[in-house]
């Protein structure tokens, strides 16, 4: 079993004492007895935590994808006011920021570019800076390990999801995000990052034997964050990515696919630890919904080969030539753009979209990122932790 950055700073940190707290957290935000963070807090510090902030999807992770608000409001347990970092502001306010001396960040992360409370966490920061205010990071555990995979985000597809020059697969904790970011992007916080034990860059989240609880509405279990960083694509477009279903990002399909046809397509393409099983599934909400969409469920065999992005955009690339007439990206607004086209600001790169409608190799494209790639990892390497 780890040891997560709230257990270390509960039992033996003193050097908040005397200093007004504030926590950036959801439900998901728990210790291994599955006790919430704001408990843990609560018992460790008393009426030295004053508010509490949350991320997308609001405090008990109850809200739904893309510009799907949340209000401030007030904890029920704690009576503490929380502060919504997603809905009228992203950014926390001087008014916010006044109730607290220090900012406690107790976040779920997922391990991938696109997944917003990666940015909540840095316009904290940025908040940080500029109103004098401490902010310690309370690590956790990427559920997908250290492994790195994708394209680099470019410039001009800067947005909420993706503010950063990092791969889709960034392989990095949220503490060593955080160091990463503060530094590279000269943020300049008064940062610190409390650390885990336990944990290594190899470990999938089943292996680390804490208890899963998901961060958002569609992230149910490990599994569903391991094949999430390709198969969030499927939001910029007119296919189904399983929401509304029992398995969100593990099922995707739309009622205009084949199987057999997909499935020849994709043989160009060497695609491991993974098997796309042939199904039809019918979601309850979002796209497609009570309609029968003919699909796949990524079966995810061998997790240390298993490249998800790589599945995903060949998967897309099919769906994109096969089906000229019937597929559409989506259009905007997306995640508070409401211009630019979803699928470029997912995946970080309007020629990478151009790339796969012209039907150019996936494999190919994979050589061309590789050199950014590396780079990113000779960066990221004085940020590990572990």
Not at 9 to 31: E, M, Y
Not at 144 to 170: K, T, W
Not at 229 to 249: A, D
Request: charged share 20%; net charge negative.
């Amino acid at each position: 079993m780890i040891r997560i950055g709230l257990e270390n700073l509960a039992d033996s940190d003193v050097s908040l004492t005397g200093k007004r707290l504030g926590l950036l957290c959801n439900q998901a935000s728990t210790d291994a007895n599955l006790r919430h963070s704001r408990d843990v807090l609560l018992d460790a510090y008393g009426d030295q935590l004053t508010c509490l902030f949350s991320p997308q999807h609001g405090f008990f992770s109850e809200k739904q994808d893309n510009m799907i608000e949340s209000d401030h409001s007030t904890d029920p347990v704690s009576g503490l006011p929380v502060f919504s970092l997603y809905g009228e502001r992203r950014k926390p306010s001087a008014s916010m920021f006044a109730n607290l001396d220090v900012l406690l960040i107790d976040i779920v992360d997922v391990g991938t570019r696109v997944y917003t409370f990666l940015y909540t966490m840095a316009y904290c920061m940025e908040a940080a800076a500029q109103y004098g205010k401490e902010v310690v990071v309370l690590d956790r555990p990427n559920p997908i390990g250290g492994a790195v995979e994708g394209n680099m985000l470019q410039d001009d597809c800067s947005s909420f999801v993706g503010l950063y020059a990092i791969p889709m697969r960034h392989g990095m904790t949220f503490g060593e995000l955080a160091l990463f970011i503060n530094s590279e992007y000269d943020i300049g916080a008064d940062l610190r990052v409390v650390p885990m034990e336990g944990w290594k860059h190899k470990m999938l989240f089943r292996e680390t034997g804490f208890p899963w609880v998901l961060p958002s509405p569609n992230m149910p279990t490990p599994e569903t964050a391991l094949v999430y960083p390709g198969q969030v694509i499927w939001e910029g477009t007119n296919c189904s990515e399983g929401r509304g279903t029992t398995l969100p990002f593990e099922f995707v399909g739309a009622p205009f696919w084949e199987h057999d046809a997909i499935l020849q397509y994709l043989a160009r393409t060497a695609l491991p630890g993974c098997f796309l099983r042939p199904l039809v599934f019918q979601p309850t909400s979002g796209k497609w919904a009570e309609e029968p969409c003919v699909g796949f469920q990524i079966h995810v065999t061998n997790p240390d080969t298993f490249l998800p992005y790589r599945t995903s955009i060949a998967l897309l690339q099919a769906v994109m030539c096969l089906y000229p007439e019937q597929y559409a990206h989506k259009e905007p607004p997306y995640e508070y753009e409401y211009e630019r086209l979803p699928m470029d600001l997912i995946l970080g790169d309007s020629a990478l979209r151009k790339a796969l409608e012209a039907g150019e190799s996936v494999i190919s494209l994979e050589k061309r990122w590789q050199p950014d790639l590396e780079q990113f990892l000779e960066k990221r390497k004085k940020y590990v932790l572990y």
